[in-house]
């Protein structure tokens, strides 16, 4: 079973994801430019959105243990006000990751602070956090250089830890499921795959055995199957691609009432 990256590898990744992200804002012809990715948001706006949420989790992390976000960080965040000069905009961007990554090394993997997932999966933790930030800074990454008209594909790396961080951290739940009990399968075409199981007692995911070519499906067959490549999953999980986009086996329509479905964590 293939092992979760460790805290130092997310802490490089969310830098190198940054440096990236910073790379595409940095070349864009506008920040104004529509991001197609987020219709209703510009390229300025995702640049306030990932700055911003550098520096509002470097202070739940530092706050430590709590049972909500520190007032003054909520403040910090409704109040941000963001150069719009491009070369002082990316600056900006800069501190605002470096901030995070210096809190994060200082705090380790293992402190505990607030979060707005379920601990049922994800611990409420630095190495959590860290390991969702990872996720974040690529898919916004992917937003930039698509507005930028300069697309390019997550990579790798990011991707076989995403699909498992995203079923852990924004579907676990313990929220009732309000239909009959199903279970939804992702194939990734690199190898791994999973089981997300919703019922009266909730969600949660596992790693299961990939299906093989000569066994096919597992006689223990999900409700919904889809399948694509790691980096096509994480951009259907993130509503970045339609699931007409992947092969899917099975009901189709489970998987609009799981984009539909908002379980309190």
Known sequence: MEKNLEFPDLLRLIDERSTAFRAAVAAAPSLDAQVPTCPEWTLFDL????????????AIVGAGPADGPPAEAVAARAALELPRESEALVAWLEESTQLLLDVLREAGPDAGCWAWWSALQTPRTSGGVARHRV??????????????????PLPAEVTLDGVEEFLFTCVASTSAWPHKPATFDFHAAEGRSWRLTVDGDGARSARIPAPTAVAGEDSDAAGVSVHGTAGELILYLYDRIRAESLRVDGDAGLLDLLRAWEPEN
């Open 47 to 58: 640049v306030k959105h990932l700055g911003g949420g550098d520096r509002f989790w470097a």
């Open 135 to 152: 996720q974040e800074s690529a898919v916004h990454t992917y937003d930039a250089l698509l507005a930028a008209g300069a697309p390019q």
